[in-house]
């Protein structure tokens, strides 16, 4: 058992106001903030959602993995999603950028919309997608290349133009992993520790210049010590991105998000969300019964 | 005393199921043993043609051939040339001199010459190593009341003349520089084609095929192809290449042989043939070798905004290289030492002159090997055997290169 007090950091506010200016991009095809997307359901005084998922159901072949989750993550905050295991988060995550189609039985239903736009509509090219929402994994799996090229790699494929070796560094340095690989950045990243492979996975991601980082427990191959640094990474980089986490362990929901979603099996093992609120809320007055029963561990 | 006698000698089920593991480790020994019995027979048949004592016995003795005393070996060139003129026919004379003129050869080629044509050596007869290591006595005893006249050397089969030269009816002077010629001219032919086209096709079985009925019915069939006997690809590389598409093989097509004596039977259809031999077994190493590449790689790479061509280009094959380059040193060393369907296609079995691209005649070293077992004089039997080492170090060094390039390509990842 634990009280929420010690899991959150005294002095940092749970919801910060307003968009801050993000980093210049100097890539062509990117060139706008996301486009005010009024929803008259929400009262959230006008801001728009990052993303948003509108009955949304994947199946695996016949089976049903989520079902008719409706979710709107807030823009520049962390949003984590938890539950028992099976229960779908991933497969939730994997939606929001489409991942879910590398394998060849998924497929989805509903909508999930970004900036306005269905990224499930027929015209929506699942490449340009993945730019835009970037992807962070359980397992840290940088390329077998050097340090350099698994931050260069992206933003080559993707057509940017600028001085390479600046945007190494500024991702490298947003990752918070430049000042323990600048001697070092043409030796292979495989010679780095797990947590160093993980910030460089998230400098990879941001070196895309994405609106939203996906990342799957980042945080769960890592010893404690790496685990910490992954999260203070993203408190961070809350500040320019919006970041949606799956994550196992509620200390670190609690510690790091700013909204939380908690999903669970229904009969059919299908994946339902349960409640979805501001961290402090859920985990001090969750509204509903299961929510208590699991982030208090009376099961899952 | 339960416990302690138990724990020394093991219950009855525990001695059972010790006996069980002795016979199946004794089995695997006996397995092993077996192979290993099997791998040093042939080395040593190998081993034993190459080397061997033999019965030199020459047509002329050169100590006849001395002049005023002087012996042969230390004969001024045009007492040589001389010595030459007089032993062979004006003709043979002729046909040399018109090749390069004797004013212009070297003493030390006049003298080659001489060897050659007048004092002619000849084997008479051979022993392999074994005997001439173990059975010497027996050896002289039988070459002196045999063979009165002839010489007893030690020689090895595998000599720079025996890489030089090209093949001849006489044993003492063939070589298999047309065979390895062939041999290589065939492989390369064989590498280009097939390798280029068993990657794509394993790219595109494994990352851009659908998953149903037509795709896994090629599947199978790929994995079928690679246990058909190559003597059946040798009747279609003869149906296709030699005969249907005659004017491409033959170069005719291309200006570059006459059509009226033109035909397909020319390097270019061995290399095909062989290529379509090989190519099942490269597209099912590829696949695999695709197959082994992380899925998380493939993510990290999608995740990036990568198209599939990117991802495929730039992380997919990189990571497969080591594993598709394993896989054709496989195949082509199979197709190195395929005889049948090239004795189906067309290898010529007798030819001197050397292959100058991919439409000459040609033959290989398996076929040239194949060829001279099948003659009646035992000389050829150790030339045979000295070929098979040929074959052999070459196979060696095309693998050792291949696993070179391998290991340098991963260690660059």
């Known amino acids: 058992m634990f009280t929420i007090s010690q899991l959150i950091k005294p002095g940092r506010p749970l919801l910060k106001n307003g968009d801050e200016p993000r980093p210049v991009t100097v890539y062509e095809s990117v060139s706008k903030r996301p486009e005010a997307l009024t929803n008259g359901s929400q009262a959230s005084a006008g801001s728009s959602w990052a993303i948003e998922a509108r009955n949304l159901n994947v199946y695996y072949g016949d089976f049903r993995a989520v079902k008719d989750i409706n979710l709107q993550v807030h823009p520049h905050k962390i949003t984590a999603l938890i539950g028992p295991s099976g229960c779908g988060k991933s497969t939730l995550l994997r939606a929001f950028n489409r991942m879910n ?97 993980q910030r460089l996975c998230i400098a990879r991601a941001i070196a895309v210049r994405p609106d939203i980082i996906l990342m799957d427990e980042p945080a769960s191959a890592l010893d404690p010590i790496a685990t910490l640094k992954i999260e203070e990474l993203m408190r961070e980089l809350a500040e320019n991105y919006t970041i949606i986490i799956v994550t196992h362990n509620m200390q670190q929901a609690a510690r790091v998000s700013d909204y939380t979603a908690f999903l669970m099996m229904d009969a059919d093992r299908a994946g339902m969300l349960i409640e979805y609120g501001p961290t402090r809320q859920i985990f001090t007055r969750p509204a509903d019964r299961r929510t208590e029963d699991y982030i208090t561990g009376r099961f899952g | 005393m339960e416990t302690s006698s138990v724990l020394k000698e093991g219950t009855a089920y525990l001695v059972r199921r010790k006996r069980v593991a002795l016979i199946w480790h004794l089995i695997f020994l006996a397995a092993t043993i077996v192979g290993v019995i099997a791998l040093t027979t042939l080395l040593y048949t190998i081993i034993n043609q190459s080397f061997g004592l033999v019965a030199v016995q020459n047509q002329i003795e050169p100590e006849s051939l001395a002049v005023d005393g002087v012996p042969l070996e230390q004969l001024s060139r045009e007492q040589l040339v001389e010595i ?29 010459l001489v060897l050659e044509r007048v004092v002619q050596p000849r084997y008479v007869k051979t022993w392999p190593l074994s005997q001439a290591l173990f059975n010497r006595r027996e050896i002289e005893a039988e070459a002196a009341r045999d063979f009165p006249q002839a010489r007893l050397v030690f020689r090895s089969w595998v000599t720079a003349d025996f890489l030089r030269n090209p093949q001849s009816s006489a044993a003492e002077l063939a070589g298999v520089r047309t065979a390895i010629l062939g041999s290589l001219w065939t492989i390369l032919i064989t590498i280009a084609v097939a390798l280029p086209i068993g990657v794509a096709a394993a790219v595109y079985l494994e990352e851009y095929a659908r998953d149903h009925w037509l795709t896994r019915l090629i599947r199978t069939n790929i994995n079928n192809l690679a246990g058909v006997p190559s003597i059946i690809y040798g009747m279609l590389g003869l149906a296709i290449f030699v005969r249907a598409a005659e004017a491409f093989t033959s170069g005719a097509a291309f200006g570059l042989a006459d059509p009226t004596t033109a035909n397909g039977r020319t390097i270019l259809s061995a290399g095909l043939t062989l290529a379509l031999l090989i190519l099942p077994l490269l597209i099912i190493n590829a696949q695999e070798a695709i197959r082994a590449v992380p899925r998380s790689l493939r993510q990290a790479s999608y995740g990036l905004g990568a198209t599939q061509w990117q991802t495929i280009w730039h992380h997919v094959l990189p990571s497969a290289l080591p594993g598709i380059l394993t896989g054709t040193i496989l195949a082509i060393s199979r197709a190195i030492g395929e005889t049948a369907p090239l004795v189906v296609v067309g290898a010529s079995t007798f030819i001197v002159v050397d292959p100058n691209g991919p439409f000459s005649r040609f033959t290989t070293l398996p076929i040239q090997i194949y060829q001279w077992t099948a003659r009646p004089q035992p000389q050829f039997r150790n030339l045979a055997a000295a070929a098979i080492v040929v074959l052999l170090a070459l196979l060696l060094i095309m693998n050792a290169t291949a696993i070179l390039l391998r290991n340098r390509y991963s260690r660059r990842i």
């Open chain 2, 84 to 112: 030459f003129k007089t032993h062979v026919s004006a003709g043979v004379f002729r046909r040399y001199d018109a090749e390069q003129p004797f004013a212009e050869r070297s003493r030390e080629n006049v003298y080659a």
């Open chain 1, 101 to 197: 189609e590398l394998i060849p039985t998924a497929r989805a239903t509903g909508s999930v919309l970004y900036r306005g736009q269905d990224i499930y509509a027929a015209d929506v090219d699942p490449v340009e997608v993945r730019r835009r929402i970037g992807m962070v994994f359980q397992k840290p799996n940088p390329f077998p290349k050097s340090i350099y090229e698994n931050v260069a790699w992206g933003a080559r494929i993707n057509g940017y133009r600028g001085n390479m070796d600046e945007m190494v560094e500024l991702s490298l340095r947003q990752a918070a992993l430049w000042d323990e690989v600048k001697d070092k950045l043409h030796q292979s990243a495989l010679a780095l520790s797990g947590g160093q492979q």
